[in-house]
């Protein structure tokens, strides 16, 4: 068997943190790696050369957004996981599709590299509601304009109990954030309206 999947970019030329992320969730699902999923994974490190005493050669427990920051950046590494994927003999299917990457790439403008993304909600209107979502309608692996960050984001996870939203930006990050009213839209993504997963 071998592996389909090409390595997709952030605009900011970092491997997609959605598709480090599914990456790290297939790991986890096959005993490539061992953790969590959306918590920690155990990885391999060299001692500190700072503090050896304390912090010694061996495995740590690596939170999750730690594991994806660093899988970002590191190509290598990503097609070693994806090696070990295929000698399990299992596929590599991102949940995001060629589709609607492009549509996103292209949405957002990142060969333009745009600087005034106040210009760009508006250019995006017809594709987003002007109704903001209450935190209620927010659900997992929704995109979802946030007005604070002037960034498309797909949902990830949605903490009911404390209001936040953790959300995988196109620029490549993933961080929690609290909901506040008037914040967040719906982007509605025509690839996705058409059923094509």
């Given amino acids: 068997m071998e592996q389909t999947y090409k390595i997709r970019r952030n605009s900011k030329g970092k491997i997609m943190a959605i598709d480090v992320i599914d990456l790290l969730n297939a790991c986890v699902d096959n005993n490539v790696l061992m953790g969590v999923k959306n918590d920690w994974i ?99 692996g929704m995109y979802i304009w946030d007005d604070k960050r002037n960034d498309v984001g797909r949902v990830f996870e949605v903490d009911g109990h404390n209001g936040v939203v953790i959300s995988s930006y196109t620029g490549g990050h993933m961080e929690g954030c609290y909901y506040r009213k008037n914040r967040f839209y719906p982007v509605y993504i025509p690839i996705l309206e058409k059923g094509n997963k």
């Avoid at 427990?61 to 000698?87: G, V």
């Fill in 42 to 140: 155990a990885t391999y490190r060299q001692a500190s050369s700072n503090d050896p005493v304390n912090y010694p050669e061996g495995w740590y427990r690596t939170s999750y957004n730690e594991a994806l920051q660093d899988l970002m950046e590191n190509e290598k590494a990503f097609h070693l996981l994806l090696d070990a994927l295929t000698q399990k003999n299992v596929l590599f299917q991102p949940s995001l599709s060629d589709e609607t990457y492009s549509f996103l790439k292209d949405f957002l403008g990142w060969k333009k590299q745009r600087k005034n993304r106040k210009k760009q909600r508006k250019e995006m209107s017809m594709n987003m509601s002007n109704k903001p979502l209450e935190f209620e309608e927010i659900k997992k």
